[in-house]
């Protein structure tokens, strides 16, 4: 059973998504296309635990992390050899998690708004969301190439103001520390998950309203029977 706080409330109008590591199992995905590109470009391999923690950050705020002594010519040749690495690279596939549609089929049917906030440029979300065929459960979505990178709360805020929700009326699902600091600093309630890149001890120091470990726990918070 999932971690709750105890003045976790379940009724929302407005559910925001992370997506890598929270909808989409793509991390490992990430962590190879990363570790290629840097092979190509010539530069100092970065570990798979190095990668998972720029996880959800702008990508070149990410690549800043990852490559500090690079030059801007070699940051900019790694931004566009990750962008081919992820799509065109040898790499392992990123499924959604086991129970995504379901819950978000089942969150649409109850009238709930959903949002996407995620460290992905627009052209990269918009192409998962068409090899995931998910851009139809979506009422909006913020980019990290619209917006300041996570973890400032502008994606938050402007997504409701544009869907005209309060900030009590709404919640943020991630995986990440940034997800659970952006949600914290605009006011709005978060729930973690053990999905993707972050645990429990680190996901917990940003009070989460719970805590899971799968979509389908998620599914039980957000609509109980």
Not at 133 to 141: L, N, W
Not at 164 to 170: D, G, K, R, T
Request: charged content about 20%; glycine content about 4%; overall charge negative.
């Amino acid at each position: 059973m999932p971690d709750l706080m105890p003045e976790y409330k379940p009724k929302y109008k407005l559910v925001i998504f992370d997506w890598d590591g929270t909808l989409m199992d793509s991390i490992a995905r990430i962590v190879s296309a990363m570790q290629a590109a840097a092979h190509h470009c010539q530069l100092d391999m970065p570990t798979a635990m190095q990668v998972k923690e720029i996880i959800g950050l702008s990508l070149p705020i990410a690549l800043d992390i990852l490559f500090p002594h690079s030059s801007q010519s070699q940051l900019t040749a790694m931004l566009s050899q990750y962008k081919y690495q992820y799509v065109e690279g040898d790499n392992p596939p990123a499924p959604l998690f086991d129970n995504a549609l379901s819950l978000l089929t089942a969150l649409k049917d109850n009238n709930t708004l959903l949002a996407v906030a995620t460290g992905k440029g627009r052209q990269g979300l918009q192409r998962v969301f068409c090899d995931s065929q998910t851009e139809h459960f979506f009422h909006a979505s913020r980019c990290a190439d619209e917006a300041r990178s996570k973890p400032d709360p502008q994606m938050v805020l402007s997504l409701l103001t544009e869907l005209n929700i309060l900030p009590e009326q709404a919640v943020m699902i991630g995986d990440t520390s940034y997800d659970m600091q952006m949600a914290q600093a605009a006011g709005v309630d978060r729930i973690g998950i053990t999905l993707g890149v972050h645990d429990r001890e680190v996901l917990n120091r940003y009070q989460p309203k719970a805590i899971v470990d799968s979509l389908a726990e998620l599914q039980q918070l957000l609509l109980p029977a």
